[in-house]
């Protein structure tokens, strides 16, 4: 998308007026709103037939594991940005969906739509390697479960461990690979190629 186009954008979030106010907000900065679709499952096929420039959905707003959709977004539509709204403080452009809370502005979201660098942006971690070289088969087996949107209660009884020592290794994980949320961790784990969906 270069900087002069119009960026077709398309919105997944589960709230009608959620939908529609960002519809109207979007269209008003000069974008395109390509589709605004209520369910995960069809979000991911409207991304994959509709290949729009950006993404916006609202994972804790729509049916599904969080991670599992995210990832699930990026698999069917490779070449989209995904700005994912959240109800963290924070936004973490330059990170792989960028994570954007739902107190920010619309100069801010618009900003990161165009692809813009705001002043306050963290430095982007590296990009994954196709392997991932300090990681056992433990940790491949943990990230692989958390990819697919289990729960630490769930990941713990298919491993055999205690939810706490889950909560332990995803910390530990986390710091490894240098990302900051399970999210993060699973889109991680997709494009090293140590889950596959």
């Known amino acids: 998308m270069s900087p002069s186009s119009t960026a077709r954008v398309m919105i997944l979030a589960r709230q009608t007026l959620l939908r529609q106010g960002l519809r109207r907000a979007l269209t008003s900065a000069g974008f395109q709103v390509v589709a605004d679709v209520a369910d995960g499952p069809a979000g991911v096929r409207h991304a ?85 070289p300090a990681l056992g088969e433990g940790d491949r087996a943990l990230l692989t479960l958390l990819a697919y949107g289990l729960s630490n209660r769930q990941i713990a009884a298919h491993l055999h461990v205690s939810e706490k020592t889950v909560r332990n290794r995803l910390t530990q994980t986390f710091a490894r690979l240098r990302v900051h949320n399970r999210t993060q961790a699973a889109v991680y784990a997709l494009r090293a190629g140590i889950a596959h969906l």
């Open 48 to 132: 994959a037939h509709l290949r729009p420039d950006v993404i916006l959905p609202d994972p804790g707003g729509v049916a599904g594991p969080e991670p599992s959709l995210l990832v699930a977004l990026l698999c069917a539509a490779p070449h989209s940005r995904v700005i994912a709204l959240t109800d963290g403080p924070g936004a973490a452009p330059g990170r792989d969906p960028v994570c954007l809370p739902k107190t920010a502005d619309l100069r801010t979201l618009a900003a990161l739509i165009r692809g813009d660098s705001l002043p306050e942006d963290p430095p982007a971690p590296p990009p994954p390697t196709g392997t991932a």
